[in-house]
T-cell receptor, first 111, second 117 residues
Framework: QKEVEQNSGPLSVPEGAIASLNCTYS??????FFWYRQYSGKSPELIMSIYSNGDKEDGRFTAQLNKASQYVSLLIRDSQPSDSATYLCAVRYSSASKIIFGSGTRLSIRP | ETGVTQTPRHLVMGMTNKKSLKCEQH?????MYWYKQSAKKPLELMFV???????ENNSVPSRFSPECPNSSHLFLHLHTLQPEDSALYLC????????????????FGPGTRLTVL
């Protein structure tokens, strides 16, 4: 059973600090990795995608991928209250025509 | 309209009703998806359509019946649902998931909040 695992949280981070969200996946033959943000009552919206080992930066967000250790993480610098949401990790396995989502980590930025 | 739209946004129905959810994408994608999201549970993939052909049915009960008349439209027909089917139903679209070039990003619609009484 291919799985994507995340700590459900809540993860509480003070405003202005770095929030670190982690995700592990079970299948070594994985191709694409995504982070989505979902506000309460809203649909998921894509924040970052990453396909190669290493870091990928986009504004305050950095995605990190380590295929050898089978984890992908999302760092949010200078955390803002508006970053409070549930963050979903998603993985596309090369053998599948679908994307598997984790259960999400709830992030709370406290002023 | 742009992106992925869904109607209705909210639906309350009895167990004997028949209703349909509609999804439309304006992104030029050729793959569409139905997901179910219940409280405190991961997104559950229900159906996948590639070029109007169903390629995935994730053991979904027959009371959910999808229809994809073309690459831009997707329906979910509902019949004799149960209270445990109450959830947020999300539609998404993407380019076909292929290995040649990664264009796998899925874009979600706003969802339909379904309540079954």
């Amino acid at each position: 059973q291919k799985e994507v695992e995340q700590n459900s949280g809540p993860l509480s981070v003070p405003e202005g600090a770095i929030a670190s969200l982690n995700c592990t996946y079970s299948d070594r033959v994985s191709q694409s990795f995504f982070w989505y943000r979902q506000y309460s009552g809203k649909s998921p919206e894509l924040i970052m995608s990453i396909y190669s080992n290493g870091d990928k930066e986009d504004g305050r967000f950095t995605a990190q991928l380590n295929k050898a250790s089978q984890y992908v993480s999302l760092l949010i610098r200078d955390s803002q209250p508006s970053d409070s949401a549930t963050y979903l990790c998603a993985v596309r396995y090369s053998s599948a025509s679908k994307i598997i989502f984790g259960s999400g980590t709830r992030l709370s930025i406290r002023p | 309209e742009t992106g992925v739209t869904q109607t209705p946004r909210h639906l309350v129905m009895g167990m004997t009703n028949k209703k349909s959810l509609k999804c439309e994408q304006h992104l030029g994608h050729n793959a569409m998806y139905w997901y179910k999201q219940s409280a405190k549970k991961p997104l559950e993939l229900m159906f996948v359509y590639n070029f109007k052909e169903q390629t995935e049915n994730n053991s979904v009960p027959s009371r959910f019946s999808p229809e994809c008349p073309n690459s831009s439209h997707l329906f979910l027909h509902l019949h004799t649902l149960q209270p445990e089917d109450s959830a947020l139903y999300l539609c998404a679209s993407s380019h076909i998931l292929d290995g040649l070039r990664d264009r796998n990003t899925q874009y979600f619609g706003p969802g339909t909040r379904l309540t079954v009484l």
